[in-house]
């Protein structure tokens, strides 16, 4: 028996590969329908935690509300903010205060009285602000040269071995082996809160707190080295800064009267 082959469609003319997509489409609907309807639901799931979101931002808000300080803030405004500004707490009365004398704080100086070489034929003759003539002295200069020891730098007079303090601080003086450059940088790097420098324009030592305001000393006293003497710095009583406000300090570390 000879056997029978058939191919579906090939006779009968029917398009049997629409057929069958269009049956597994039908098949395929409720999938589609339930992608749909999982995409709506990721999206009404992110509006939710959108909706949370807000919803614990405002109890947090409204947290504060149950807290009595937030009733009890104080805001202060100033009349000059370029002059004074200031805040308040909670305990800050109501009302209006007025600031009166107050002058900013300036820093304790102390300066030679005098130029340093004094002598005619060496005394730095000041020419304009930032050129010294050249004098026929020791040096040639009439100023002193600090990168010399105190022997060498060019004093009128004699600088001896010991020791002077600034503000208690003691700092030694060997004459024929300290320079003028180590001994003003031994003093800015020390616990006496002050710096020393040495101007050859002006020919004269200036010693600086560096604090300001009334509460800024510099007490000095000199142990035999006659270094104060021959810079020609007045050895008095302690001298302190003018001023009643730091700037780079807040209200409450200040002291300044305050009239209601």
């Known amino acids: 028996m000879a056997s029978e082959f058939k191919l579906s469609g090939l006779a009968s003319g029917a398009d049997t590969q629409a057929m069958i997509d269009a049956m597994m489409a039908a098949k395929r609907v409720p999938i589609t329908r339930l ?49 004074v500004t200031a805040s308040a707490d909670t305990t800050a009365q109501p009302g209006d205060l007025l600031l009166s004398n107050i002058t900013l704080a300036t820093a304790t100086r102390v300066s030679s009285l005098a130029v340093l ?64 450059d180590e001994f003003m940088g031994e003093v800015n790097n020390s616990a006496a809160g002050v710096s020393i420098s040495y101007s050859a324009i002006d020919d004269k030592f200036t010693l600086t707190s560096n604090d300001t305001g009334s509460a800024a000393a510099i007490a000095i006293s000199d142990f035999n080295t006659d270094f104060f003497t021959e810079a020609k710095i007045a050895i008095t009583s302690t001298t302190y800064g003018a001023g009643t406000i730091n700037p780079d300090k807040t209200l409450a570390e200040n002291t300044f009267p305050l009239v209601p």
């Open 35 to 83: 992608e749909q309807t999982k995409e709506k639901l990721g999206f009404e799931k992110e509006a939710f935690r959108s909706v949370n979101l807000y919803l614990t931002t405002l109890r947090t808000s409204l947290d504060a509300l149950k807290l009595e300080s937030t009733f009890l803030k104080k805001n202060v405004t100033s009349g000059n903010e370029n002059v």
């Open 117 to 180: 070489n004094d002598n005619p034929d060496t005394a730095a003759v000041k020419q304009s602000s930032s050129a010294v003539v050249t004098g026929a002295g020791y040096g040639g200069s009439g100023v002193l040269d600090t990168s010399q020891t105190f022997t060498n730098a060019g004093f009128d007079g004699q600088i001896h071995n010991g020791t002077i303090t600034i503000n208690g601080v003691k700092f030694t003086i060997n004459k024929d082996t300290t320079t003028i």
